[in-house]
């Protein structure tokens, strides 16, 4: 495994310690990692946005449960393998809630989970398919974007990778939020899409805007400013803390465009124009960002 650590940005005083985190997280955990989240969404189809929040809230709350006494010393002392563990302890709870409700629910609910029942209808497989393959291609993107930008900050030293993780944590805290917000009216466009009831899919496009790019545009003002606060809430380290503060006060500016980002890819899929939201990934990433890690690093 050594090299795709590196190729993922990690050097001698961190490859072991994220082999003992992908062990668990991606080795053993990537099943009930994508299980949950696939099943977050068949539920959210249905209308049952409570039971998908329940589910996926679940998994993130154990994992914030966990994580300290998995990975602490006065625990059991695990460090980053404790991490890992705790992610996939969290994953499989939140996987073990999805399979219980569908089977409770299965009389009143198309979810369904059969072996059986599994089919591949010509019609369905090239229906996921034309949107499946440009998010998967997106997804691919963002790693491969993150991946660079990793390596670049490997660089620098320990203490800039380190501030690069609590940086990034920070900035998906919003992100997070907005692309909920994305999904959430990803069900609605579709229904109204499919309808043809047009004037009711734009408003509530119009209406899901306003609400994200206010809240991104708050939260851009709230980072900017308090950035160095926020990164000391990490760690009590004056060197990470100042790395973090700048790539905090860099990510944040990005919010807002993001978000809108977010919000175009979630009405293209949800319209089935996964072609177009490819189009909006590889701007994005190939076109964009790639480029500018690099040119920007050069300077």
């Known amino acids: 495994n050594t090299p795709a650590l590196t190729v993922l940005g990690a050097d001698e005083t961190t490859a072991e310690a994220t082999a003992k985190y992908l062990f668990w997280t991606v080795s053993c955990g990537a099943v009930p990692s994508i299980f949950n989240v696939v099943m977050a969404y068949m539920v959210r189809s249905e209308g049952s946005s409570l039971h998908a929040s329940i589910g996926t809230m679940s998994g993130c709350l154990l994992n914030i449960i966990l994580d300290p006494i998995f990975i602490m010393p006065w625990g059991l002392g695990m460090g980053a393998a404790g991490a890992g563990l705790a992610t996939f302890i969290s994953n499989s709870v939140a996987s073990i809630y999805f399979i219980i409700l569908v089977t409770v629910r299965r009389k009143s609910t198309f ?21 499946g393959v440009p998010a998967s291609i997106q997804n691919l993107l963002n790693v491969t974007g993150m991946t660079i930008l990793n390596n670049f900050t490997a660089a620098f030293n ?4 380190a501030a690069m993780g609590i940086a990034h944590k920070l900035n998906m ?6 692309l909920g917000i994305s999904q959430g009216i ?13 004037n009711r899919m734009k408003s509530f496009i119009k209406f ?12 851009t003002v709230l980072y900017f400013i308090f950035s160095k606060n926020l990164a000391a809430l990490f760690i009590d380290n004056a060197s990470v803390v100042e790395y973090s503060s700048a790539f905090l006060r860099g990510m944040c500016l990005s919010l807002p465009f ?12 949800s319209c089935g124009m996964g072609k177009k939201s490819l189009i909006f990934a590889i701007l994005r990433k190939i076109v964009f960002e790639i480029p500018a890690i690099y040119i920007l690093n050069h300077f």
């Open 111 to 131: 979810v369904c989970i059969n072996p059986k029942k599994f089919s591949f209808r010509r019609q369905i497989v090239f229906g996921v398919f034309a949107v």
């Open 158 to 161: 320990a203490d800039a990778v």
């Open 173 to 178: 805290i919003p992100l997070q939020v907005a």
């Open 186 to 198: 990803m069900p609605l466009i579709s229904y109204n899409f499919s309808s043809k009831n047009y």
């Open 208 to 219: 899901t805007t306003k609400i994200v790019l206010g809240l991104m545009s708050v939260t």
């Open 258 to 269: 993001i978000c809108m980002d977010f919000m175009a890819v979630g009405i293209f899929q």
